[in-house]
């Protein structure tokens, strides 16, 4: 069985799937080639999270026991991010403030969460702000700054580290590629990056990635609460 090619959407989807518009198609060869693409991202996202865990499984422990000490100490998370990333932000903040089954809430909040602040603080002062400027409302000493980005370029997240450094807050990052202008700051304490020129596949490590930093916090918060007297 053939079929023609369509023209119509496939700007959008042409570079993620040539194969259905090149031309006509046989279509059992076509859903072959879709299953063997299927099998290769499935696979390239398995290796990239077992790259990351084993450059970072260490640190993500470190991290999660120091998030854990703040937790400990009343301290509370800040996360934001842009676009994508931004959703990710939201999604971190109500995993820890939010958990499913009988884990327990931990006070987290999602700086892009607030419509009126960001817009407010786009249209009057400036898009690199928005995440500082409710940093330095919001942050404390020994709270904790979590900051997505796919690329690591993001100067309104720069501009957040720097400010949740100024404040003594502990600060992760969380980003892509090569880390980009993330990797370059000395006021991240703990960076995990992501090494994919993909940004599919960059968030879909940087879910699992945060996703682990949850539990391992949770955990270590845990075991820091048991050696109370």
Sequence with gaps: MTRER????ASGLEELYPFLYS???DVDAVLDMVRQSTVDKVREIVELRA??????????CTCAAEMARSFARGGRLLAFGNGGSSTDAQDLASLFLSPAGDARPLPAFGLTNDIAVV???????GFDVVFARQVAAFGRR???AVGLSTSGNSANLLRAFDEAARRGMVTVGIAGYDGGKMAEL?????L???PSPSVHRVQEAQTTLYHALWE???SALDELEGELP
């Design 6 to 9: 369509s023209p119509v959407g």
């Design 23 to 25: 031309g006509p198609q």
């Design 51 to 60: 790259a990351v865990l084993e450059a970072d499984g260490e640190r993500l």
């Design 119 to 125: 817009t407010a603080l786009s249209n009057d002062v």
């Design 142 to 144: 020994g709270d904790v």
């Design 186 to 190: 000395d006021t991240i304490d703990y």
């Design 192 to 194: 995990f990056v992501v």
């Design 216 to 218: 391992l916090t949770v």
